[in-house]
């Protein structure tokens, strides 16, 4: 099996690299994050590929040559609804730029990778009335490549809402007569909330834009009953005054919600997030809202106010809740019950809550990066004069 060297940039817990599979090498991997940097050398023994540090630290120098990709899961603390908005610019988000410098000086010394892949959230496309987006495209345009995005949910893999934005640059040869591409938008890949930020593209833009081809999702099987433990390892059940405390906190119409799945007279799994909403006085009040479609919300990091998500499971009149295990959390993302999670709690859900969704990556690798992968290696075996 043909191998494909990559540089993997904000590298977490490596969950990208889980997701590209054994057939991508990762010939370096970077992130600032001491804590995660040590859940991904437990999980990979790195042997030197790893450096812990910020990317504004890291030149184009020390990226070992046979690369063929550059995959950039970059902060999108400044660009989520969750975030503060400050966009493209600001201090975490803004580390796209530093990333985009090391993409311009391989360029610059004749090292031009044929693939970038990015991931973050769908905001970057609304993010300063979409100039963010236009930016960053024109950042690719400027060192010649093609690009296009998906919208991938992890909901079509695993029982998690988790919507990510993937853009995948390609230098224009890895397209010729190679059917990676199709005329126009699809579903579930481009929603209209793309489509809509592709039409307000400038003309030199747009001149550029990929619609990437990928096939319809089976159907998922996978349900949160099926990854919730009954002795988790991580947390506690809780006592039953705190349980009631929780329900006590519920809208009506969300007692209802429990109330419906007791009268079931089997185990029913839900999540609960706590959220603060106005009342129909004007009063802000901290709400337990839950839900029972068998999909977990989306998980994130606890940081900024964001809650941690709650499980509830009723059996006739018995209710139980807790906090989401750890190991059900990585479930929730795709990982494998082999990668060694942290002992700290916190640490553990902070790696998964700021990661990526395994089976989105493999998807995008299986369809559109694997087919680009395949098309570089053919270019660059190829005679000087075939390739000209």
């Known amino acids: 099996m043909k191998s494909f060297g990559f540089y993997e940039f904000f590298a977490g817990g490596g969950m990208a690299r889980l997701g590209l599979g054994e057939r991508w090498n990762a010939l370096f991997a970077n992130d600032v994050d001491a804590h995660k940097a040590l859940a991904y050398a437990e999980n990979f023994r790195p042997s030197g590929e790893l450096v812990v540090g910020d990317v504004n630290n890291v030149s184009a120098f020390d990226l070992p040559h046979g690369g063929i990709m550059a995959w950039a899961s970059f ?24 990333f985009w410098n090391i993409l311009r000086d391989l360029a610059t010394h004749h090292r031009m990778l044929p693939i970038v892949a990015l991931e973050n959230v ?42 990510r934005l993937f853009i995948v640059a390609a230098a224009p040869e890895l397209l010729v007569g190679r059917p990676v591409a199709t005329s126009g938008p699809v579903e579930p890949w481009h929603p209209d909330g793309l489509t809509n930020a592709v039409v307000r593209l400038p003309s030199e833009l747009a001149e550029n834009w990929v619609w990437w081809k990928m096939p319809q999702p089976a159907r998922r099987h996978v349900q949160l009953e099926n990854l919730v433990m009954d002795v ?14 929780l329900l006590g906190m519920m809208t009506p119409l969300n007692r209802r919600k429990v109330e419906a799945a007791s009268k079931l007279n089997r185990r029913v799994v839900g999540t609960i997030y706590k959220r603060t909403r106005v009342d129909s006085s004007g009063v802000k009040r901290q709400r337990a809202e839950v839900r029972f479609d068998g999909v977990a919300g989306c998980l994130r990091t606890p ?19 807790r906090l989401l295990d750890t190991r059900e959390a990585a479930r929730l993302m795709g990982v494998p019950d082999s990668y060694k999670l942290p002992e700290n709690y916190n640490d553990a859900y902070h790696l998964m809550g700021d990661g990526l969704a395994v089976p989105a990556v493999a998807w995008v690798e299986k369809h559109v990066l694997r087919p680009l992968a395949i098309a570089a290696c053919s270019v660059r075996e190829a005679p000087a004069e075939a390739v000209a």
């Open 232 to 245: 988790p390892s991580s947390t506690a059940w809780h006592e039953p005054s705190e349980t009631k405390r």
């Open 303 to 321: 940081a900024g106010g964001s809650s941690r998500q709650i499980i509830i499971v009723v059996e006739g009149r018995n209710v139980r809740t």
């Open 75 to 98: 902060p999108c603390q400044d660009l989520s609804l969750a975030g503060r908005g400050g966009g493209i610019d600001a201090s975490r988000s803004g580390c796209y730029w530093p």
């Open 122 to 163: 769908v905001g970057l496309l609304h993010a300063n009335g979409g100039l963010d987006f236009q930016r960053l495209l024109g950042s690719l345009r400027d060192l010649g490549y093609c690009y296009g995005a998906m919208v991938v949910d992890a909901i079509h893999f695993l029982p998690q809402s988790r919507p």
